[in-house]
């Protein structure tokens, strides 16, 4: 029904564990697909949106997207999604600008986003609390959102350029001491790649998930490191890793990395980073597409399967089902992201 227009309604179910975001860029309609401990599906969320390219924010009461799709309805503006994880209940929250969102965090009510809107790109944020809104505009840097540490909204921004007919890096992350996005503090990054995946402090350090950059013959690599600063953004070292680590998360005191090679479409790893070094590596079979972490556990989703893995016993396997399959075979909809309770 995702692609008739027809009016269909929400199949809520509060046993759910974790969601799994189907969304499509052709109709006004996505889903929020619920899951149980055993990955067995028992519900869903319509959201009367669609493009939900993006893991949803998971704060204690609710679940937020921003969605950046327009086909089929004619949205020019960001619109804020919220889901409420007891009820199911689903607003929209007008952030008040004429622009698409294309990656999204939430810092306690403040919602930060980025988009292209040509020929500026934008970075905005909007205080569910007040509806206040403040935007960075850039011509030459396109940016994604991808954190708030220490007190700063961490940006990457990258700008292809060409030098002797080869694309090299030009990319930067800009700092952002509060949410009227002024005066920015650069570090670039150019040395070590030209985007990123994920950015997390431990240990008085910057941990910083490389995502690709191109190499001396010009090419577009996927890189396969974190990069480690100190806590003045100064260059300390690579940490190599078998393949594109997209996300950093703390458990138990230690710092873990999750990745996975998208091109193989294979299994996934996780790392575990000790003293600057790949500690230990798990094998997890199934792809980590999208991931999130609550407490002990791990929820993988990919447009094949969904799992969840428990950090507590060896990184064994929960459960998992393969059934999911389906939503991409029915080549007009995809996985858009993956949620936990």
Known sequence: CIMSGCSEKSDFNSDYTFGV?????????SYLRLFDNDCKEIGKI??????IDMTPIETDKNFILVPNGVIG???DKA??????KATGEVEEESA????????CIEDEDIVYYNSDNYPN????????TNGETYKYEDKDYFYIVVSTINDNIICCGDASDMVDDKYVNN???????DEKLENPKEVDISEYCARINDIIYYND???????????????NVTLKEILVFDKNFNYLKTINTDCNVSKLFIYNQKLYAVGYDKYLREGNYVYEIENDEVSETKYLENRAQFVSVKDNLIYVANDENVAIYDMDNDFSKVSSNDDIGRIAKKGYSYIGGVCAK
């Open 96 to 103: 008040g600008n004429d622009y698409i969102a294309t990656s």
């Open 21 to 29: 975001v189907e969304t499509t860029g052709e109709r006004n309609k």
């Open 121 to 128: 790109n934008i970075i905005a944020s909007y205080n569910r």
């Open 46 to 51: 319509v959201i009367k949106d669609a493009d």
């Open 171 to 177: 990319s930067k992350l800009l700092l952002f001491e």
């Open 73 to 75: 309805i004619g949205k």
């Open 79 to 84: 619109d804020i999604v919220v889901i409420n």
């Open 205 to 219: 350090n910057y941990y910083v998930a490389a995502n690709w950059g191109y190499n001396e013959s010009g090419d």
